[in-house]
């Protein structure tokens, strides 16, 4: 069974940083993605960064330059690193993992619909 948990949310003001941190368990998918996505009130949830098995990120452009997606597989645990934080990036983040993806597919989705599992998520809040 997938678990996905995420941590290291928060109240932060614009300009400065956070990391979040997920937690997967029980992923053995050789052709998945993981990924970090955001849900603000009363907008669509919007894929932020992804990675797959290889290393090969994508980013939505609206965080690119500012946020790093990265994964330790020793410790199970994929990291979103966010510098220089807008007030535009309050949302809540969620951490998703897709199943094994089509052999034609050469770079990881950015829609939600791609992916099966998905963690609680943590709330960031940037204020201005």
């Known amino acids: 069974q997938v678990q996905l948990v995420e941590s290291g949310g928060g109240s932060v003001q614009a300009g400065r940083g956070l990391r979040l941190s997920c937690v997967v368990s029980?992923?053995?998918?050789?052709?998945?993605?993981l990924g970090w996505f955001r849900q603000a009130p009363g907008k669509e949830r919007e894929g932020v960064a992804t990675i797959d098995t290889g290393g090969s990120t994508n980013y939505v452009d609206s965080v690119k330059g500012r946020f790093s997606i990265s994964q330790d597989n020793a410790k199970n645990t994929l990291y979103l690193q966010m510098n220089s934080l807008k007030p535009e990036d309050t949302a809540m983040y969620y951490c998703?993992?897709?199943?094994?993806?089509?052999?034609?597919?050469?770079?990881?989705?950015?829609?939600?619909?791609?992916?099966?599992?998905w963690g609680q998520g943590t709330q960031v809040t940037v204020s201005s």
């Open positions: 029980g992923y053995a998918y050789s052709r998945g993605c």
């Open positions: 998703a993992a897709t199943r094994n993806l089509a052999w034609w597919v050469r770079q990881c989705p950015m829609s939600s619909a791609e992916f099966t599992y």
